[in-house]
C-alpha cells in the first residue's frame, strides 16, 4: 500500500486538514507522489493560477451535468466524443471535488474509452486538456485504457489537445493518443516527478502538543504521520525515482524525447522541442475541430 496522510484527529488537526481541504489539495495530501509542474501547480493550489470554473465551462455542451463530463458532437457526419480533462488529476476522487476544489476524475478516461468502445458510430475521441499535472496513481492504467481503445479499434482517432495547459501527467495521459496538438500560447511539457513530505514535529513542539506515532516492526508504516526518518527519506528518493524514470521512459518511447525535453521545464507551445506537440497553429478548440475532423 502507498503512503497515506494519517493525521492525528486533535482540533488542531482537524482545522489544519479543513484547511488544506478549502485549498483544494486534500487528495493530493493522500497521495504524496505526483506527477506535476511544481512551480505551475503550486501557483494553482495557491489561486495564482486558475483552472476555468465549472459554472463558466458548462456552456461548451448543452447536454452535460458536469464540465468533466463525456459529450458528443456532429461533424460533416462524424459523431466526435469529447473527453475534458480540466484540473488536478487524481483517480476516484468524488463528484464534489471535481466540481468545487478543481480536480479531474481520472476514473472518467476509462469510462469514455468503454462507451466509445461500446460505439462504432463514434469516429473519434479528443481529449481536450487543461492540466497543470497531477498523481501518478491510476495514471499509467488510464493511458493503458486508451492504448487498447486504439488496438481494438485501430480506425478511431484518438486526439489529444490543449488551449490553455497541459503539462506532466497531462502529457503523460496525452501520449497514449495517436496525436498532440496545442494551441498557440498554451503552456506545454514539465516531464518530471515531484514528491513531498511535511515533518509537523517542531511545530508541535512549539505549541506543546506531543505526538507520538505507534507502528510494530514496519519503519515505513508513519510515512507522513511524523517525523520524517532517514529510512522514510530513502523510500521516498527510491519511488520518486521509479515514477521519473518510467515516466521518461514512456514519453521517450512515445514521443522521441531526449533527455534534455525531461528536465522538468514546460514551454509556450509554440517554443516547445518536437514530440511535445505534432501541431501548434490553430488558436481554438473550434477552429481546431473544424480543421482537423
Do not use: C
Not at 470554473?53 to 458532437?73: G, M
Not at 493511458?143 to 488551449?163: G, H, K, M, T
Not at 524514470?245 to 514521443?255: I, T
Amino acid at each position: 500500500m502507498g503512503p497515506t496522510w494519517d493525521p492525528t484527529f486533535s482540533d488542531m488537526t482537524l482545522e489544519i486538514r479543513n484547511f488544506l481541504q478549502a485549498a483544494g489539495i486534500a487528495a493530493l495530501a493522500a497521495h504524496p507522489v505526483a506527477i506535476d509542474v511544481p512551480m505551475l501547480l503550486q501557483d494553482y493550489l495557491a489561486g495564482r493560477v486558475r483552472i476555468e470554473a465549472p459554472a463558466a465551462a458548462a456552456n461548451e455542451q448543452s447536454d452535460a451535468s458536469h464540465p468533466n463530463d463525456l459529450y458528443f458532437l456532429q461533424l460533416g457526419g462524424r459523431t466526435v466524443a469529447v473527453q475534458p480533462v480540466r484540473g488536478v488529476i487524481a483517480a476516484g476522487v468524488s463528484p464534489f471535488m471535481e466540481a468545487y476544489y478543481g480536480f479531474f476524475n481520472l476514473d472518467r478516461i476509462h469510462a469514455a474509452a468503454a462507451t466509445v468502445m461500446a460505439n462504432p458510430a463514434i469516429s473519434a475521441l479528443v481529449l481536450l486538456m487543461d492540466t497543470p499535472g497531477g498523481s501518478v496513481l491510476g495514471l499509467r492504467a488510464a493511458a493503458d485504457a486508451l492504448l487498447n481503445l486504439q488496438s481494438i479499434r485501430p480506425r478511431l482517432e484518438v486526439i489529444s489537445y490543449s488551449q490553455r495547459l497541459n503539462a506532466s501527467a497531462g502529457m503523460y495521459l496525452s501520449a497514449a493518443a495517436g496525436s498532440i496538438h496545442a494551441s498557440p500560447g498554451a503552456y506545454i511539457g514539465s516531464i518530471g516527478t515531484i514528491a513531498s513530505l511535511s515533518d509537523m514535529s517542531g511545530l508541535y513542539a512549539k505549541i506543546g502538543i506531543e505526538k507520538r506515532v505507534y507502528t510494530a516492526d514496519s519503519a515505513l508504516k508513519g510515512l507522513g504521520s511524523g517525523q520524517i526518518t532517514e529510512a522514510h527519506d530513502a523510500h521516498m528518493r527510491e519511488m520518486v525515482q521509479t515514477y521519473s524514470d518510467e515516466f521518461k521512459g514512456w514519453m521517450s518511447a512515445r514521443r522521441g524525447l531526449g533527455p534534455d525535453a525531461m528536465q522538468g521545464q514546460a514551454w509556450e507551445a509554440r517554443l516547445a522541442p518536437a514530440g511535445l506537440a505534432d501541431s501548434v497553429s490553430i488558436p481554438t478548440f473550434e477552429e481546431f475541430l473544424a480543421a482537423m475532423l
